[in-house]
């Protein structure tokens, strides 16, 4: 079955950076777009970055020139580097894909920006 896990979450005063990693499994990955989302406490779960099969991006507007998502089609990986991260940006960080027209998510990685 797919399974989506993602680490590199953490603690970072503001300005710092974060790479989150999502490592997939039970697809054949390189036929899949790929995305980041996140869910700050209170608010929905919102899209911040996504790549297609293609290599288009396409990115949420409050994190354009900040974050950058990539993926390695040999190693079944897909990354969000976050730059100059801001407090708005803490949040619950979820990798997703969907197949078939069915949503796939791992079970989310911790971002807290704070000083």
């Known amino acids: 079955q797919v399974q989506l896990v993602e680490s590199g979450g953490g603690l970072v005063q503001p300005g710092g950076s974060l790479r989150l990693s999502c490592a997939a499994s039970?697809?054949?990955?390189?036929?899949?777009?790929m995305g980041w989302y996140r869910q700050a406490p209170g608010k929905q779960r919102e899209l911040v970055a996504i790549?297609?099969?293609?290599?288009?991006?396409s990115y949420a507007d409050s994190v354009k020139g900040r974050f950058a998502i990539s993926r390695d089609n040999s190693k079944n990986m897909v990354y969000l580097q976050m730059n100059v991260l801001k407090p708005e940006d803490t949040a619950v960080y979820y990798c997703?894909?969907?197949?078939?027209?069915?949503?796939?998510w791992g079970q989310g990685t911790q971002v807290t920006v704070s000083s």
């Open positions: 997703n894909t969907k197949k078939m027209n069915v949503d796939y």
């Open positions: 039970g697809i054949t990955f390189s036929f899949y777009a």
């Open positions: 790549i297609t099969r293609g290599g288009t991006i």
